[in-house]
């Protein structure tokens, strides 16, 4: 046969041979593989392990993982939850088990069972008196007080450039590990950062991000970005990726910073300046940070939500308003 081979899935996720099957109803193996890297790498690995230690209790259970029905799917959910689970892996589990069915082209099962039992257990951990652990935002005061404790050495020239660009940007850790210098462009305005791949642009249509001067020298993203260029560019450095590992002695590495790179990095900055709760800080306390700094100076909701690149209808963005608000429109300011 010339050309692409031409396979067909069957319900039990066996390819079937070309001659039992409707071409109408096949795809080629390079079809299939495209369709099966669509979801972001990140997103397929999580499934992929979710899906696994699915599979396993399901051996452990006697129960048939493939196709799940609605009973063992509801089943899984409160094991996760006696095990100790927290919410977000749960959903995630539901999530990737109903994805992997869609993908084999089996009838994924109901969810409503298992989502009545993560209800029962998210309401059993609010009256336990359990809350949402969420990583401090660095704004303003956090920001200034993390880049005056940053080293006079490369490793700090860098934690300053990832801490203050981080936060203007409202960067996601996956879309700052994923830059290469050629994609941070500095204009008369301040840098335009060409965003080729976010979260809520899973096709890469991309996007450019402006973000201008800032209005206290130390925590101006473009003299941050524009120090650490120049430091690569005396290591010969002037391609490839915008934020590297370096080490303690100040060596700069090939290497580009991973998302775990840039947590640890922004925690160790948090511990430095001895801020309260420094050990909760997070990556994603950059992108909260820029959110909650950028509505305390009175950006519009919509301003902040197209700046960094969340959906227009994303309840995120509005804790981090309401956060704000709360203190800004407090009716009891002056009332006693």
């Known amino acids: 046969m010339s050309g692409t081979e031409i396979v067909s899935v069957t319900p039990a996720g066996e390819i079937a041979r070309p001659i039992d099957v409707d071409i109408n109803d096949t795809v080629s193996t390079t079809t299939a593989e495209m369709i099966d890297k669509a979801p972001a790498a990140a997103t397929r690995r999580a499934y992929e392990r979710q899906w696994k230690v699915f599979v396993a209790w399901c051996a452990q259970q006697g129960r048939r993982a493939e196709p799940a029905t609605d009973a ?39 969810t409503r069972g298992a989502r009545d039992v993560l209800r029962s257990h998210r309401r059993a951990q609010a009256d336990a008196g359990h809350r949402t652990r969420k990583a401090p935002p660095v704004a303003r005061d956090q920001l200034r007080a993390m880049v005056a404790a940053c080293p006079d050495s490369p490793l700090g020239v860098r934690d300053r450039a990832l801490l203050v660009f981080g936060a203007a940007m409202m960067g ?24 080729r791949r976010s979260k809520t642009d899973q ?79 997070s ?32 309840h995120v963005v509005d804790g981090y308003i309401q956060m704000v608000d709360i203190w800004k429109d407090n009716p009891m300011v002056n009332a006693l």
Request: net charge positive; aromatic share 4%.
């Open 72 to 110: 063992t799917l509801a089943e899984y959910a409160a094991a996760l939850v006696t095990a100790g689970a927290g919410a977000p892996t749960i959903e995630q589990a539901i999530a990737a088990i109903r994805t992997i069915h869609r993908r084999r082209n089996i009838t994924p099962p109901d």
């Open 172 to 195: 996601r850790r996956s879309e700052l590990a994923a830059l290469d210098l050629v994609d941070v462009v500095e204009v008369e305005d301040g840098l335009l950062v060409y965003v």
């Open 203 to 281: 096709d890469a249509v991309g996007t450019e991000v402006a973000i201008p001067y800032g209005s206290y020298p130390d925590t101006c993203p473009v003299r941050a970005v524009r120090a650490w260029r120049a430091l690569l560019a005396e290591h010969g450095i002037t391609s490839g990726p915008l934020l590297r590992a370096v080490t303690r002695q100040g060596r700069v590495s090939d290497r580009r910073m991973s998302g775990d790179g840039i947590n640890r990095a922004v925690r160790a900055a948090a511990v430095r300046a001895d801020l309260p709760g420094a050990d909760r800080y």
């Open 283 to 314: 990556a994603h306390s950059l992108r909260s940070g820029g959110a909650t700094a950028a509505a305390r100076a009175g950006a519009h909701r919509n301003a902040i939500v197209g700046h960094g690149r969340w959906s227009k209808n994303s």
